[in-house]
């Protein structure tokens, strides 16, 4: 196993917008910068990603691509994709990764680092679900509801807060159907008020997504019943992956997301985050990014002792 002979400023964790943002701003600060990216993004399956100003529609590994192109132009910053972080251990002057593809060949060491890991997603079991993901099935309302508006809309989950994305998304259509899929996530007080509201609730467990090459038509329950859509929308469960922290632990919340103040310092000094990982659930890539740029002054201004507005 090798490792650096000059220790990095910042280890960034995760090339995603958040990550590969502050990389950027990191870069122009002249901050030597390496960036592990294990380049497996949660959004692999979507076809375009929206509500990014001056990229609305590009695909996301489009966006990815262009940043890491940008990137080109600052020698102190380095990305390795296809890289995975094994273990991350805390050191007298930083931090030390283990770093490689299948298995650790490599070490960074650096003075602070950036988590900008993201989320891992799980779908709901519902068959062949995955073969209409991210083209007519979708996470994200901010993300992709306005091409989907005034269309006859699913909404699949099994998660406690389905009532309330069913209100949120009901503000793009006025023919949502909420699918349980067999649980519990929709009570009877919260279905009574989405019937009056004009949304239906199915809960009969899904057998089958009616489609094709991605396209859903309809989805079959298991009492028989079939209900025409035109797309709609899935409640993934989201959880961050922490597990290569090495003899150290970041506050985390109840559902697994990391701890952070304003300015994205966790509770451990020199460690930071951004994007996903530091959120109760997904961003839109402009928000993450955004996150990205203002972790990366923070980082700047600590590194100096200096507490100037951004």
């Known amino acids: 196993m090798t490792a650096d002979a000059v220790p990095h400023d910042v280890l960034v964790i995760g090339g995603g917008p958040a990550g590969l943002s502050a990389a950027l701003n990191l870069g122009r600060s002249l901050m030597r910068v390496v960036v592990i990216d294990a380049d497996r993004p949660r959004n692999a399956a979507t076809v375009n990603s929206h509500g990014f100003l001056t990229r609305d529609g590009v695909p996301p590994h489009e966006l990815r691509k262009l ?48 988590l900008a890991t993201g989320l891992r997603e799980t779908l709901p079991d519902v068959p062949n679900l995955r073969g209409f993901y991210g083209m007519s099935l979708f996470s994200c309302a901010a993300c992709d509801a306005w091409e989907l508006r005034d269309r006859r809309l699913a909404l699949i989950g099994e998660s406690a807060d389905l009532a309330d994305r069913a209100r949120l998304i009901a503000r793009w259509t006025d023919d ?5 899929h067999g649980s519990v996530a929709v009570d009877a007080a919260e279905e009574a008020e989405l019937i009056a509201a ?7 467990p899904i057998v089958e997504l009616v489609g094709d090459h991605g396209r859903i038509e309809a989805l079959r329950l298991a009492d028989g019943e079939v209900v025409t859509i035109d797309g709609g929308f899935v409640r993934p469960h989201w959880e961050t992956d922490l597990s290569f922290l090495d003899g150290f632990r970041a506050t985390v919340d109840a559902d697994g997301h990391l701890v952070t103040d304003r300015d994205g310092r966790t509770d451990v000094p020199g460690l930071y985050a951004a994007g996903d990982a530091a959120t109760p659930g997904p961003q839109q890539l402009i928000v993450a990014a955004g996150a990205g740029a203002r972790v990366a002054a923070v980082m700047v201004h600590d590194a100096v002792g200096v507490s100037t507005a951004h």
Do not use: C, K, N, W
């Open 67 to 114: 940043a890491r192109e940008e990137l080109h132009a600052y020698p102190d910053v380095d990305v390795r994709t296809r890289m995975r972080v094994f273990s991350l251990q805390r050191t007298e002057s930083g931090f030390s990764a283990s770093i490689g593809r299948r298995e650790p060949t490599d070490t960074v060491e650096a003075r602070a680092v950036l």
């Open 176 to 180: 949502l159907t909420v699918f349980t």
């Open 198 to 204: 004009g949304v239906a609730v199915r809960r009969h």
